[in-house]
C-alpha cells in the first residue's frame, strides 16, 4: 500500500525514520538478542568463564518443579482474573446499555480505575486486607474465617486475583459497553415481537453477537494477566509467601536480581517473548477478522 | 408487562450502583486512612469516616516525607513522575509522527522492512528483556537520568501504526495542492498534516500519558537516587515490612496524590480518553 504522489527525496525519510530507529535498535533489538545469546550460555559463579551449551539452560528449566508450578500458578492467574472482571463487567455493561436515566454518569464512574497504576492497586487493597489492620480483614474474622495472607499461599493468591480483577473491570466494561451499542436495536425488537423474554434475549442474540468483543477481551485480558500485574504483585506479596504468588515475570525479575542464574533467567525471558509472539498473533489475526466482520 | 419494566428498571440501576460502591470503596478507604491518625490505624480501629488530620497528612506527604525512613518528600516524586509521562507521551508523539510520515509520503528503498523492524517491537516489552535493557541504559550512563526514564520507552509501534493508518487517508489532492503552492515537505508537514492530526495526537497524548504516569517496572530498576524516583517507587518503599513502622496515612495520602494525576484526565477528557483507548487497541 501507498500513496500515488509523494515527495521524492534521497536522505530526508531516513532522517525522519532514525530517532525512532535508533532507539527500537539500542532499547529493544540488542536487548532482545543479548537475552537470546545470553540464555545459550553458562556462566560460572563468579563471572569469569562462559561455555556455549546449547540448549541446557531450557531442558534445565522445562525439568525444574519451581518453573513448572509458576507456568501453572500464571495461567491459573489467568484465567481467575479474566473470568471474575469480565462477567462483572459484562453485567455491568449490559445494564448501562439499558435507556436509563443517567448512563453517562454512570459510565464515568466505571472508567476511572482503567487509570491507577498496578502499584497502586497493590497498596490499596493490602490496606483493605491486611490481617493486623484491614477493615475487610476484621469482617472475615469476624465471620470465623482465619484470613492471613502473609501466611496461607491461596489466601495471598486470591488477593492478587481479586486486586487485579477490580483493575481491570473498567477496561472491559467499556468495550462490552462499545460492542453492545454496537448491535442494532432492531434486533432485539424483532426478539421482543416473537415474544423471546429478556433473559433468553441476551443468550441468544446478544451474546453471540458479542462473541468478537469477548474473544478480543480475553486476549487483552490474558496479556494483562501475565504482564501488568507485576506492580501489583511486587506491592502486596513480593511473589511469596513461598513463591505461591510468583507469575512467570515476576520469576524473571525476582531471579535476575538474586544475581543467580544469568542463563535461566536469559532463557526464561526467551520463552516470554515467545508466548508474547503468539499472542499477538492471535490478536491481530482477530482484529482481521473484526474488520471484514 | 409495562410494571415488569419498571422493576428491570430499578433493578439495573441498583447493579450499576452495586458495581460503582464496590469499585470506588478502596479509595474511599484510603482517601479515609488518609485523614486520621496513625495509631489508631495501626490498631485496627480506623472510623470510615473522614479524620481530622487531612491538612497535617497532606503537609506531611508533599512536603516532608514519611519519617521512618530517609526518604524523599511526595512533591520530589510528583515532579519526577510528571516529567517522565510528559516526555514518553510528547516523544512517543513526535517519533511516532515522524516515522509515519516517512513511511507513508516518501518512497526509499527498504520502507516496508523499517516499518516492519517498528512493528515487531510490539511483541518486545520491557518484561522480555528486563537486565539485557538495564544493562545497556547503564553503559550508556543513564541510570537515575530522566533521559534514562524516558528514552527506553520512547519507541511506539502503536503510534506508527496510528499515524501510519490516518495519514493513508488523507486524499492526494491535498498533497499535489500544497505542491501546486510551491510547498516543500517540510511545509506540507507542518501546515497540511499536523493541523489534520489534532484530534489523533491528542486522543494518543491522553492514553501515553496515563501509560507514562503509571510505568514502575522499568523506573524500579533504572533509579536507585531517592530523589530521582517516581511516584510509584516511592509508595512501594513506604510500605516497610513489619506493620508497626509503617505510615499508613501518609502512604495512603501518596496512593491518592498518584493516583489524582491520571484519574482526572480520564475524568475531564473521557471523549479523547475513550478515542484513544479504541482506536490504539486497532
Do not use: C
Not at chain 1, 189 to 212: K, S
Amino acid at each position: 500500500m501507498q500513496k500515488q504522489s509523494v515527495f521524492t527525496s534521497r536522505s530526508l525519510p531516513w532522517l525522519l525514520i532514525a530517532p525512532q530507529m535508533l532507539i527500537v535498535l539500542v532499547f529493544f533489538y540488542w536487548p532482545a538478542a543479548q537475552a537470546v545469546w545470553q540464555s545459550f550460555l553458562l556462566q560460572d559463579a563468579f563471572g569469569l568463564s562462559t561455555t556455549f551449551i546449547w540448549f541446557e539452560n531450557y531442558s534445565d528449566l522445562l525439568a525444574d518443579p519451581d518453573y513448572f508450578a509458576a507456568v501453572v500458578r500464571t495461567f491459573v492467574f489467568a484465567a481467575a482474573i479474566g473470568v471474575s472482571s469480565l462477567s462483572a463487567a459484562l453485567l455491568l455493561a449490559v445494564m448501562a446499555d439499558k435507556p436509563l436515566r443517567g448512563v453517562g454518569v454512570y459510565r464515568t464512574l466505571l472508567i476511572w480505575p482503567y487509570a491507577v497504576a498496578p502499584p497502586v492497586v497493590g497498596v490499596l487493597w493490602l490496606f483493605m486486607l491486611n490481617p493486623s489492620l484491614g477493615v475487610l480483614a476484621h469482617g472475615l474474622r469476624a465471620m470465623g474465617l482465619d484470613w492471613n495472607p502473609l501466611l496461607n499461599g491461596n489466601q495471598a493468591a486470591l488477593l492478587i486475583i481479586l486486586a487485579s480483577a477490580w483493575k481491570q473491570i473498567s477496561y472491559n466494561f467499556l468495550f462490552f459497553l462499545a460492542g453492545l451499542q454496537g448491535i442494532p436495536k432492531s434486533v432485539h425488537e424483532a426478539a421482543a415481537i416473537d415474544g423471546a423474554r429478556p433473559v433468553r434475549r441476551f443468550w441468544t442474540i446478544t451474546f453471540p453477537l458479542l462473541t468478537p468483543t469477548i474473544f478480543f477481551l480475553i486476549v487483552i485480558n490474558v496479556v494483562y494477566a501475565f504482564f501488568d500485574t507485576f506492580g501489583i504483585i511486587d506491592t502486596m506479596t513480593r511473589g511469596g509467601p513461598a513463591k505461591a504468588t510468583e507469575t512467570l515475570v515476576y520469576k524473571v525479575y525476582s531471579d535476575g536480581l538474586l544475581g543467580g542464574n544469568l542463563g535461566s533467567s536469559a532463557a526464561q525471558s526467551v520463552i516470554l517473548m515467545g508466548i508474547v509472539i503468539v499472542l499477538t498473533a492471535i490478536q491481530f489475526r482477530f482484529v482481521e477478522r473484526k474488520v471484514t466482520y | 408487562m409495562v410494571e415488569n419494566e419498571g422493576i428491570r428498571r430499578y433493578l439495573a440501576h441498583a447493579i450499576l450502583w452495586i458495581g460503582i460502591a464496590v469499585v470506588a470503596f478502596p479509595v474511599y478507604l484510603a482517601f479515609i486512612a488518609s485523614t486520621q491518625d496513625n495509631a489508631a490505624i495501626a490498631n485496627g480501629q480506623m472510623s470510615l469516616l473522614p479524620g481530622g488530620h487531612f491538612i497535617e497528612t497532606y503537609y506531611k506527604t508533599l512536603f516532608v516525607g514519611s519519617s521512618g525512613t530517609t526518604r524523599e518528600p511526595v512533591g520530589t516524586m510528583l515532579l519526577n513522575s510528571l516529567v517522565m509521562a510528559l516526555s514518553i507521551a510528547l516523544g512517543k508523539i513526535a517519533i511516532s509522527l515522524l516515522s509515519a510520515y516517512a513511511i507513508v509520503f516518501f518512497r526509499f528503498p527498504f520502507r516496508m522492512t523499517v516499518f516492519w523492524i517498528i512493528f515487531i517491537t510490539l511483541m518486545l516489552p520491557v518484561e522480555v528483556r528486563i537486565y539485557p535493557t538495564y544493562k545497556i541504559a547503564a553503559d550508556l550512563n543513564l541510570l537515575d537520568s530522566y533521559s534514562g526514564l524516558a528514552l527506553p520507552l520512547i519507541a511506539s509501534a502503536t503510534a506508527t501504526l496510528l499515524f501510519r493508518q490516518f495519514f493513508m487517508t488523507v486524499p492526494d489532492e491535498l498533497m499535489e495542492a500544497s505542491r501546486i503552492d510551491g510547498a516543500g515537505p517540510f511545509r506540507f508537514f507542518k501546515d497540511t498534516l499536523l493541523p489534520l492530526s489534532r484530534t489523533n495526537m491528542a486522543a494518543l497524548f491522553v492514553i501515553l500519558f496515563i501509560y507514562g504516569w503509571n510505568q514502575y517496572l522499568w523506573p524500579l530498576l533504572i533509579t536507585t537516587r531517592d530523589d530521582m524516583q517516581t511516584i510509584q517507587i516511592g509508595i512501594r518503599k513506604m510500605i516497610v515490612t513489619s506493620d508497626a513502622l509503617t505510615e499508613w496515612p501518609v502512604v495512603m495520602a501518596t496512593s491518592i496524590l498518584a493516583m489524582l494525576p491520571p484519574v482526572a484526565v480520564v475524568i475531564v477528557m473521557q471523549k479523547l480518553f475513550v478515542r484513544g483507548l479504541v482506536e490504539t487497541e486497532k
